[in-house]
């Protein structure tokens, strides 16, 4: 008998953190993990089984499929916007291939127990793209199909991606004599910048806002790498993991798309920097625009439209954003530094 569990790819990522603490709070137990790097001593032990591999190594997801009578797959596993710029291909590779190579399995582990496996994927507000600053500007919230030509190859990928989930969700070899029943059962969101209290991001491009609350809570100067004026959605983790599991639990019927978008607040570089301020007023926060780093958040939107989430499952926010430093970020942050100013 192959044993029951959730899979988790790139658990040792930013919201694989966070997700695995909330499972196992509740007393979710038979988590399976799969990333590079190693787990954090804390994290590892809620973990039935942490396994060290990739999500390219076929044989590895072969001998996974062997052993686990996988019900749920969180695939966190991707390549970042920043990073994935400097090493294009390496990040198609990760990010698409890896993708199919998860979207194969859970269709194979669906065969294999005879009931949908539910696929939850973390798409991004990445995968816009405006042309300008002024376009950005006027398009003001943006629905879930407006827009979508992004301008980095995280986006590209994840705007694939989240076809592709579609296609295994509802049109996986359609013109087979026996056509496969779907057996993925995918559901995608798509995260704005995200901030833990916990945890730093890295290789991304919404990391200024994190970088300098960390940075302040050390009393560390921090350089930010885009204009005070520039303006994206964020989130707090806990609700970033929240939503995701709301997701997780809606019933299929209510679900009338398979990518939603999600919001919670939108503050300016120059705002935030204002709320680090009043928590650490002896912070030292300077602004050195990369032009390069910049044009690429110039090009996500401001905000976006989240009605289908909030209708279709639910989705509401526990933090906006003087909640989130007031109740989430600035408490706990000052703890996790505490030899910080
Ligand atoms: C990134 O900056 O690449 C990510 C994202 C917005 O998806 N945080």
Redesign the pocket.
Known sequence: MRKPVILITGAAGEIGHSLIQRLSDSGRTGIVTLDLKPLDPEIARRVQHPIAGSILDRALLESILAEYAVDTIYHLAAQ???RAEFTPVAAHEVNVNGTLNLLEFAQAQGRGHGRPVMFLYPS???VYGFSSVAEKHAAGRVREYQYTEPITM?GCN?LYCEQLGRYYARHYRQLDADAPRALVDFRAIR????ISAFTV?S?????YAPEMIHAAAQGREYHCFVRPDTRIPFMAMPDAVDAMLALAAADRDRLSQTVYNIAAFNPSAEEIRALVLEAFPEASIDWQPDTKRQAIVDS?PEAVDDSKARADWGFAPRYGLAEAFSDYLIPNIRRRYPSGP
């Open positions: 970042l916007s920043t991004s507000i990445a995280y994840k995260f704005p910048g995200l991001p290789g991304g491009t919404s990391d996500w």
